[in-house]
């Protein structure tokens, strides 16, 4: 189940934290309609991982984006299988291992930014308390996928 939950995180990350999807979604997806809101939270962990600085923003700023995006996977994978075993030896059903893949994925999420933020050119608590709820968002809206993933494989 670990395995399943951190490759689902891994593909959420690489599919829809690339630049070419990060910079689609802000063109296209309108954020005043509920499927543009879900299409422009994907791009959370955006990630760029060049030295190509186009976009204006510190070096800082894009590392700590890279760093999140790759803290996002490490912690999925950390919290999911810290857990999963014990948890889940004592509850069985697949809801145990829905609500078990989503949390953890919520959780990872808000660590994810609340540990970057401070890497940024404008570090500050209250910086890190908005990239911990934006992680929160995000994991809340998209973490229901890592969660279904992890009950498929909880089923086999």
């Given at each position: 189940?670990?395995?399943?939950a951190v490759l689902i995180a891994a593909i959420l990350v690489l599919a829809f934290g690339?630049?070419?999807?990060?910079?689609?979604?802000?063109?296209?997806?309108?954020?005043?309609?509920?499927?543009?809101?879900?299409?422009?939270?994907?791009?959370?962990?955006?990630?760029?991982?060049?030295?190509?600085?186009?976009?204006?923003?510190?070096?800082?700023?894009?590392?700590?984006?890279?760093?999140?995006?790759?803290?996002?996977?490490?912690?999925?994978?950390?919290?999911?299988?810290?857990?999963?075993?014990?948890?889940?030896?004592?509850?069985?059903?697949?809801?145990?291992?829905?609500?078990?893949?989503?949390?953890?994925?919520?959780?990872?999420?808000?660590?994810?930014?609340?540990?970057?933020?401070?890497?940024?050119?404008?570090?500050?608590?209250?910086?890190?308390?908005?990239?911990?709820?934006?992680?929160?968002?995000?994991?809340?809206?998209?973490?229901?996928?890592?969660?279904?993933?992890?009950?498929?494989?909880?089923?086999?």
């Amino acid at each position: 189940m670990t395995g399943t939950a951190v490759l689902i995180a891994a593909i959420l990350v690489l599919a829809f934290g690339n630049p070419a999807y990060v910079d689609w979604a802000n063109r296209n997806a309108d954020p005043n309609t509920a499927g543009g809101f879900f299409l422009r939270e994907l791009t959370w962990p955006a990630w760029r991982f060049t030295s190509q600085n186009d976009t204006g923003a510190a070096l800082r700023d894009l590392l700590a984006a890279d760093i999140k995006a790759l803290l996002l996977i490490a912690l999925t994978a950390a919290l999911v299988g810290g857990v999963s075993g014990a948890l889940l030896a004592s509850a069985r059903g697949s809801l145990a291992a829905f609500i078990l893949g989503w949390g953890c994925f919520i959780l990872a999420a808000a660590l994810a930014g609340l540990l970057t933020a401070f890497l940024s050119s404008n570090a500050s608590v209250r910086g890190a308390f908005d990239w911990a709820a934006g992680g929160a968002v995000y994991g809340l809206f998209v973490g229901w996928i890592v969660g279904a993933a992890a009950t498929a494989a909880r089923r086999r």
